[in-house]
């Protein structure tokens, strides 16, 4: 073989070879890491769309979430329309100068309660009985600033308890009825 032939060939060798070094290789490279790239770009559509596919699940559970929470709220109504009477009177036993021993609603009223109270419009009665500690004079006006307030229905017992020496406190128990919530909402 003639020289330059060698030589022709061995140019066209490094030729090729600077080419498959320099342009191919990095190339290839690069469309390697963009397949990858276009990969885990369909494999985020997917999750895209499988999420966008359970919107509607997820929404119903929402609402679902928030009717549950309107149910579980209108229950807490009887609840707190209970703690603002015992506070209410608490305050009118304090200004009678009378001492609170025991304010006691029944338990199973407290139960139907929480069951009633999934019917917003209905109104909501409970039996409170009151033991109190103090003087005659001060539980009789304890017991007219109760009659006068919108939540009593009436006297369902009521009765003294002392010493006829007086070595111990005279202990006073009401009990009446109360409505807790009328038809327009609190009551």
Known sequence: ?????????????TLIAGWYFVGYVPLHGQMIEIN??????QAQLIDYRATIS????????????DARRYRQNAALFAKEDVLRLFDEIKIQAGSEELSVIE???PVHELLNLNAAAATPHEPLYLNVTV??????????RFVQRVESFPYFRGVNTCS????ADKSAPVIYSLGFKALLRNSGGHG
């Open 54 to 65: 359970q919107l509607p699940v997820l929404i119903q559970a929402g609402a679902e979430m």
């Open 103 to 105: 304010i006691t609603p």
């Open 160 to 163: 003294a308890m002392g010493t």
């Open 1 to 13: 073989m003639s020289r330059h032939r060698i030589m022709a060939a061995l140019l066209a060798l």
């Open 131 to 140: 033991r109190l500690m103090g003087d005659y004079i001060g539980f009789g």
């Open 36 to 41: 990858h790239q276009i990969d885990v770009a």
